[in-house]
């Protein structure tokens, strides 16, 4: 049977948005929300790690970080709403069956969240006892992290078998009973996901790395200058591993998976520049890094915005490079630049305002955070 005849082909009304509204907020959302998103999808069992085999320094990280989690994931679990929106918008016919054919463990995201979140805030409170916190607590940070894992594996499941068109007849044919999907199908069989998987946690180090330079030398005042100074060394070591990691990863994904269509499309004359570029994009973080480490004394707060920055470019050109990807993997199914279009600019506007606003009060947040007082920022770290 043709898998195609899982998809609803039927936009009587057309797209609500013009494709590249779509793909813009796509793009950028994703970018949004992976920054918050990659630290709490490593930066969390990065921390507990810390916390058991670190030293001084590192466990005073580790207690940082996990402080400020609590608002990380709410920002991320926000700005995770405008791709999740816009997917859904661009991408309805292939996203939800994609989704319904493992409806179970999408749902599962919601059972995997909550505790997740409650496991943050507890081991965040318990942060006040020091060294005697609860043990209960401890392993509440525990359970978080591994819970974040699992929803990093399982948004991989499906944005990958959303992609897996011609695999869904199979999963569906094994995962139903008389024509009825169960939503018990995983899309482990694709040999695409689990390098995909990998080099997510691979940018997410890097992330992570580029956040711990950053929070040394913006939020920080309050800590010893020995703090950060260690701190800007093993921000360069921690984005080191990331970096290797995303490579290997990376090489296996797009070596060890694509398609020669979709290689001659990547590496041919139209899209080298791109591609190029999200390969060797997180080297310039990295120069930045490996600099600093080699300079006395703490980072510089405009050389640890300038990584910040270049942080944000690496993970905007990943968001790009796999947008295009998608388009092209699901193109002999489903092209979203020949779907017809009806845009409705009523919810386009409230959007683009709240949006906007949102934006606004987040940044005058961080504003007002930097100008605290080294003893405020002591209490809220």
């Not at 948005?17 to 630290?39: C, D, R, S, Y």
């Not at 991408?91 to 493992?102: V, W």
């Not at 309050?222 to 984005?239: D, G, I, P, Q, T």
């Not at 009523?346 to 007002?368: H, N, Q």
Request: aromatic letters at 16%.
């Amino acid at each position: 049977m043709d898998p195609r005849t899982l998809i609803d082909t039927n936009f009587s009304i057309g797209l609500p948005a013009p494709i590249w509204f779509i793909e813009l907020f796509k793009a950028l959302g994703f970018t949004l929300h992976e920054v918050p998103m990659n630290l709490w999808y490593a930066g969390i069992l990065l921390a507990m790690l810390l916390h058991v085999f670190g030293s001084e320094h590192g466990r005073r990280f580790s207690a940082r970080l996990m402080a400020q989690m609590p608002i990380i994931i709410a920002l991320g679990v926000n700005f995770g709403i405008v791709p999740l929106l816009f997917i859904q918008v661009g991408f309805a016919p292939l996203f939800y069956p994609a989704t319904i054919l493992m409806s179970w463990f999408w749902i599962a995201v919601i059972g995997l969240m909550i505790p997740a979140y409650y496991g943050v805030y507890l081991y965040a409170f318990g942060l006040v006892e020091g060294p005697s916190m609860a043990v209960w607590k401890r392993t509440a940070g525990w359970i978080s992290a591994l819970f974040f894992l699992a929803m990093g594996f399982l948004f991989a499941n499906a944005l990958s078998l959303m992609e897996n068109v011609g695999g869904w007849m199979e999963l569906w044919a094994g995962h139903s009973v008389h024509g009825a999907a169960l939503g018990t199908a995983l899309n482990v069989a694709d040999p695409r996901l689990w390098p995909r998987w990998l080099l997510m946690f691979g940018l997410a180090l890097t992330t992570t790395g580029a956040w711990l330079a950053l929070d040394s030398s913006w939020f920080a005042r309050c800590e010893s200058l020995e703090y950060r100074v260690w701190a800007k060394r093993f921000a360069w070591r921690v984005y080191t591993v990331g970096v290797a990691w995303f490579l290997l990863a990376g090489s296996w994904y797009v070596f060890g998976t694509w398609s020669e269509e979709l290689k001659q499309e990547m590496f041919g004359r139209s899209w080298i520049a791109l591609t190029g570029l999200t390969i060797m994009a997180p080297l310039g973080p990295w120069f930045l890094l490996l600099a600093a480490s080699r300079q006395e004394g703490e980072i510089s707060q405009t050389r640890a915005a300038f990584i910040g920055l270049a942080q944000f470019a690496v993970l905007g050109l990943n968001a790009v490079s796999r947008q295009l990807v998608q388009h092209l993997t699901v193109r002999p199914y489903y092209d979203l630049t020949l779907q017809p279009t009806a845009v409705q600019w009523s919810p386009l506007v409230v959007f683009l305002i709240t949006f906007v606003l949102g934006l606004a009060v987040i940044g005058w947040l961080i504003r007002e955070l930097v100008r605290l007082p080294a003893e405020g920022k002591s209490e809220t770290a």
